[in-house]
Nanobody
Framework: QVQLVESGGGLVQAGGSLRLSCAAS????????MGWYRQAPGKQRDLVAA???????NYADSVKDRFTISRDGAKNTVYLEMNSLKPEDTAVYYC?????????WGQGTQVTVSS
């Protein structure tokens, strides 16, 4: 069994910053990819950023140069540093890890950016 616990969401004014964390625990072996997705009301869940075991990263165009993803392999934890936040970044943010042939998801954390 795998558990993902997210933290760090909240309410922030436009231009502000937040840092999300996601700690994975349980029967975890050789995580391949860790990432963050987000889903705004009435919209599909989209990739925000992902990072591989080797440190390769991938970002959505809308967050490039504002968000930074990082990971602590020893702690099975992934972080998302979000700067220069905009109202359009408002969404529920979900953590995801992939290993073997499966993906595991966190419960989501709300990020609200006020104008």
């Amino acid at each position: 069994q795998v558990q993902l616990v997210e933290s760090g969401g909240g309410l922030v004014q436009a231009g502000g910053s937040l840092r999300l964390s996601c700690a994975a625990s349980g029967s975890i072996f050789s995580i391949n990819v860790m990432g963050w997705y987000r889903q705004a009301p009435g919209k599909q869940r989209d990739l925000v950023a992902a990072i591989t075991t080797g440190g390769g990263t991938n970002y959505a165009d809308s967050v490039k140069d504002r968000f930074t993803i990082s990971r602590d392999g020893a702690k099975n934890t992934v972080y998302l540093e979000m700067n220069s936040l905009k109202p359009e970044d408002t969404a529920v943010y979900y953590c995801m890890i992939a290993f073997g042939s499966r993906e595991y998801w966190g419960q989501g954390t709300q990020v609200t950016v006020s104008s």
